[in-house]
């Protein structure tokens, strides 16, 4: 009787015959245990915990055709600002204007990395001269003029859009041009008004996240 010997799985028709000399297996290619899918996956990748934040770009990584585009945008931006203006004086907080400052922060993430970089230091440099007095504040405002005063100037006249869009309405003769006029003067007043109570709503926002009361 010949003497009984140990097959190799690819005698026994368990896995492919190997070209080379006998290897060892492991247990998935021998059918003992699921074979692998994929591949170990991060916890941000499982949605586990948030995705880290990509770095923001620097200044000196940008080109100066780059900062270019922040004229339309500042112009755009300074747009919505003013019609927020409007939309505060009828209700600070209103799901309008609330829809209105998110397009504003929408227009902010745009602009380039330079462009933020001052805009950063102008609030900066306006917070700082909040609590002093106006000709302290007149220096602040030409202060921060200077940090970016083309950005700055193209802001405001976006801004000034509704202002100066009713304006238009003056025509030739003496009754529509005080219209315009009166027009022009009610919709800065109303933009002065929109300022000031958007001014105390961000405000008092601003103190109610130091509590545990709701901020709206």
């Known amino acids: ?34 074979k692998a899918v994929g591949r170990g996956y991060t916890p941000e990748e499982l949605g586990l ?32 600002t003013g ?28 602009m380039s990395a330079q462009s933020k970089e001052d805009s950063k230091e102008i609030s900066r440099i306006m917070k700082d001269a909040e609590d002093k007095g106006v000709l302290d504040q007149v220096k602040a405002g030409l202060k921060a003029l200077s940090v970016a ?16 869009l009713s304006g238009l309405v003056t025509g030739g003769s003496a009754v529509p041009a005080i219209v315009g006029v009166g027009a022009r003067a009610a919709i800065g007043a109303t933009m002065g008004a929109g300022t000031v ?14 509590t545990d009361k709701p901020k709206d």
Not at 51 to 75: C, Y
Not at 83 to 109: N, P, Q, V, W
């Open 149 to 164: 005063p083309i950005d700055t100037i193209v802001n405001a006249l976006g801004t000034s859009a509704p202002v100066i």
């Open 1 to 34: 009787m010949a003497e009984q010997r140990g097959y190799s799985p690819e005698e026994l028709g368990l896995i492919p015959r190997a070209a080379e000399a006998s290897r060892g297996y492991t247990p998935e290619e021998l059918g003992l245990v699921p």
């Open 83 to 110: 019609i927020r203006m409007i939309a505060d004086a009828f209700g600070a907080g209103s799901d309008f204007s609330k829809s209105l400052k998110g397009s504003e922060d929408y227009i902010a993430s745009l």
């Open 197 to 210: 109570k958007g001014t105390i709503y961000d405000a008092v926002k601003e103190e109610l996240g130091k």
């Open 49 to 80: 915990v948030p995705k880290a934040a990509k770095p923001e770009p620097k200044p000196e990584d940008q080109s100066v055709l780059r900062q270019v585009a922040d004229l339309p945008l500042q112009l755009g931006k300074g747009a919505v």
